[in-house]
């Protein structure tokens, strides 16, 4: 699993780039990286992805109406979704779940943390796909 395309999407240059360290700590080197969705629509589109990490608040597009878009097509639809953010509130995280994020994390996160989720997710990933 450890050649999983990964594409990471948020505004902060500074979050991309602790989302990509934690990423390479835990085994995954294949990285793409995005600032919003809209970058991020183009990157999936031109450069492809198997896994997106994204932020909720963003400029141009949120990670939410990323989350909607790829959902609504036919060949994002099922690509496993975790979503990394700030807003911890119940109704968020209902309203994400809603929108079929497979997972998600609040900031601040650790390593192990992002680790454990990406695991969860690639196991019901494969295990749904057998």
């Known amino acids: 699993m450890a050649t999983t395309k990964f594409l990471i999407v948020d505004d902060s240059l500074t979050m991309r780039r ?4 934690t990423l390479k700590s835990i085994g995954f080197e294949n990285v793409i990286e995005a600032a919003d969705g809209k970058d991020a629509m183009a990157k999936l589109l031109s450069e492809g992805a198997e896994f997106l990490i994204t932020d909720w608040n963003m400029p141009e597009m949120s990670g939410l109406d990323l989350v ?5 097509s036919e060949q994002f639809a099922d690509m496993p979704i975790l ?3 700030t807003r911890g509130n119940k109704d968020d995280v209902i309203e994400a ?14 390593a ?7 695991d969860q ?6 295990a749904g796909a057998a």
């Open 97 to 110: 779940m809603k929108m079929r994020v497979n997972n998600y994390i609040v900031k601040p996160f650790t």
């Open 18 to 21: 602790i989302v990509i360290n």
């Open 83 to 85: 979503m990394i953010t």
């Open 68 to 72: 909607k878009w790829a959902r609504a």
């Open 112 to 118: 192990p943390g992002l680790k454990e989720k990406i």
């Open 121 to 126: 997710i690639l196991k019901s990933v494969g």
